[in-house]
């Protein structure tokens, strides 16, 4: 009799296919009987645990966070004195290069709402402001008492911890830090102001332009005292910084300082100021460095003022 198989080849491929799959079946109970794991139901694979940070394991926290040198472009100490505007750029966007707040950034520039700024227009930037470091003061204390977080002013500063700081060094403050005013120091300390005058000369010049009416009209209310750009300009006399900033459109830098006895002495044409309103200034001690004027060379316009009434500074000027 004719195999029913013969006539029918697809029943022998199957027949084919179940003999393979039970001698496969076949030889992996054997490989379970000897101990192969193969057998065995596999498990899902999990996620390999999370480092324990607190422990110290994994990258530590510190290696994604903002480094010293990528926090400011520029040297803080050194920044350029104006911005020219560039097509589509933004007050923000300025604020944000040169790291100075908004709002320092207005005032500076007496900018009104909403601020729209043409494309080539200069615009002056906040002029830098530092504390000078006491001996046996810490980086931190500076931070605090300027109301800075430490990491913040070490960013701006181009520090990195331990934030080491000599007594002397210049530590660079943001543009809108205040501080409480400094105690007044031992006057008996301080050394006498040059020659015998109530005030020292505070800039090593010739006097360009007296005091009193000036010729073709006006009249200038205090000295202007030649030099150059970048010579410093000294405290007159022992006191206390009351301004210092821009306030009269072409005098540059204006510093003021209020002395005993009602007196106050101006400081203006400067292109950088080197105290801060409320610091306690010695006699000679280095405020301000001149800059250029306009219409001619580098000047230094000194007034003198007692109860608010405008005083020739020569005689009051001691010998050199």
Do not use: K
Request: aromatic share 6%.
């Amino acid at each position: 009799m004719r195999d029913a198989a013969a006539g029918d080849p697809s029943g022998a491929v199957r027949r084919g296919l179940r003999q393979r799959r039970a001698g496969a079946d076949s030889l992996w109970r054997r490989s379970c009987a000897f101990g192969g794991g193969a057998c065995a139901p596999q498990a899902q694979r999990s996620a390999p645990p999370a480092p324990n940070w607190a422990a110290g394991e994994g990258r530590p926290l510190s290696d994604y966070a903002l480094q010293p040198e990528q926090a400011h472009p520029f040297d803080p100490a050194r920044l350029p004195q104006s911005h020219r505007v560039s097509a589509g750029e933004t007050l923000y966007d300025i604020a944000a290069r040169y790291q100075i707040p908004l709002r320092a950034l207005i005032d500076q520039n007496r900018l009104e709402p909403p601020y729209a700024l043409a494309e080539g227009r200069e615009l002056a930037l906040p002029p830098p402001r530092f504390h000078i470091v006491a001996r046996g003061e810490s980086f931190e204390a500076i931070a605090q008492r300027y109301n800075v977080d430490t990491r913040s002013l070490g960013l701006l500063n181009r520090m990195a911890p331990p934030y080491a700081v000599r007594a002397g060094a210049r530590v660079v403050l943001p543009a809108m830090a205040r501080a409480a005013p400094e105690p007044a120091p031992d006057v008996a300390a301080q050394p006498p102001p040059r020659g015998d005058g109530r005030f020292a000369w505070p800039l090593e010049g010739a006097i360009a332009a007296g005091f009193g009416p000036l010729p073709g009209g006006g009249r200038l209310d205090g000295v202007e005292i030649s030099g150059a750009v970048g010579a410093v300009v000294r405290a007159a006399a022992e006191g206390q910084v009351v301004f210092a900033g821009e306030s009269v459109p072409n005098h540059g830098i204006i510093v003021l300082i209020a002395h005993a006895d009602n007196y106050v002495t101006a400081y203006a044409f400067n292109r950088r100021a080197l105290v801060r309103e409320g610091q306690q200034v010695r006699a000679g001690a280095p405020i301000a460095e001149l800059g250029p004027r306009q219409g001619g060379g580098a000047r230094l316009l000194f007034q003198v003022r007692h109860g608010g009434v405008a005083q020739d500074p020569a005689p009051l000027l001691g010998r050199r």
